[in-house]
Nanobody, 123 residues
Framework: QVQLVESGGGLAQPGGSLRLSCEVSRRLFSIASMAWYRQVPGKQREFVAILDALGPTNYTESVKGRFTISKDGDHFKPTVVLQMNSLKPEDTAVYYC???????????????WGKGTLVTVSS
């Protein structure tokens, strides 16, 4: 199976920065996309940012210009990074990593989620 392990969450002051990382536990056959979502208790999980395997990125409107999604390392066993700058209290949430891809050539397309990392923005 595939595990996604997020790290980098914590407490930041308004205007500060945090860098979230998501390590993929094993090499995948192919990856369609890598993304970050977030969830506030009592609310639905919402999309934050996505990095398509071919390169294009997309962001939810509220984080454009402040957050950057990227990947490091092996293309088939990447570390997915979310650089968060100019943080606001409304960015407080549990952040989840998501990878959409194939474990093997015949596994079929699958969707993987991490367990989340808490980001708190407060003075």
């Amino acid at each position: 199976q595939v595990q996604l392990v997020e790290s980098g969450g914590g407490l930041a002051q308004p205007g500060g920065s945090l860098r979230l990382s998501c390590e993929v536990s094993r090499r995948l056959f192919s990856i369609a996309s890598m993304a970050w979502y977030r969830q506030v208790p009592g609310k639905q999980r919402e999309f934050v940012a996505i990095l398509d395997a071919l390169g294009p990125t997309n962001y939810t409107e509220s984080v454009k210009g402040r957050f950057t999604i990227s990947k490091d390392g092996d293309h088939f066993k990447p570390t997915v990074v979310l650089q968060m700058n100019s943080l606001k209290p409304e960015d407080t949430a549990v952040y989840y990593c998501n990878v959409d891809g194939w474990i093997t050539e015949v596994s079929g397309r699958m969707n993987f989620w991490g367990k989340g990392t808490l980001v708190t923005v407060s003075s």
